[in-house]
C-alpha cells in the first residue's frame, strides 16, 4: 500500500496519548518485546505507565498514531520517549524509547510519521539531539532509519545493570 493509498483508504492522525490509551500503549509495549524476541520480558503494568506518563512527575510522553477509516478508528502504533541531557552541549535531547506499528498496518508511512513526529518535537523545543538504539539482527529497521539520514554510532556501546547487578552497585554507595 502507498502513501497515496492510506490518505484515500484511512486518514492517519497522531495525537498525545492519553491515560485511557495505557492498556493499548501496553499492548503495543508487550507485542514490541515479542518482535524483539523477548516476550516474557515486560513487567510494565497499567498502573506504572498512568503513573509515570501521567501521574506529577512526568517520566515519558507518548504519541499515538491511529487509522480512520469510515466510522473505525483502529490505534496502529507508538512512539515513546523522555527527555535526557547533554552536558556538552549543554542541552536536553530527546531520547526514543519505544517504536512500533503493528504489523498488518506497516508500509503506510506510519513509522515515518511517528519518527518525523518526535523529531519535530526535538527541533521545535530546542534539542539538538534525538537518539534512539536499534537491535543488531533488526535489518529492516536500520535501513529504514538509515534512509532517513540516521547514523548508527560506532564508538559507543550501550552499558545497563539491572536487577541484583543494580542492587549490589547501590550497595556500594556510602
Known sequence: MTDRQLR??????LRPATP???????????????????????LATEADLLRDG???TKRFHCII?????ED????AGFALYFYNYSTWRGHAGIYLEDLYVSPEH??????????TRVAAIAVAEGCPRYEWAVL???TPSIDF???LGAVMKSDWKGMQVSGDALAALAALSR
Open 8 to 13: 484515500t483508504d484511512a486518514a492517519l492522525s
Open 20 to 42: 485511557a490509551d495505557v492498556p493499548q500503549i501496553l499492548t503495543f509495549i508487550r507485542d514490541l518485546a515479542t518482535y524483539e524476541r523477548e516476550p516474557d520480558a515486560v
Open 54 to 56: 501521567f501521574g506529577p
Open 65 to 69: 498514531a491511529e487509522l480512520t477509516s
Open 72 to 75: 473505525t478508528t483502529t490505534a
Open 106 to 115: 506497516r508500509g503506510k508511512g506510519i513509522g515515518k510519521a511517528l519518527l
Open 136 to 138: 543488531d539482527w533488526n
Open 145 to 147: 532509519y538509515h534512509q
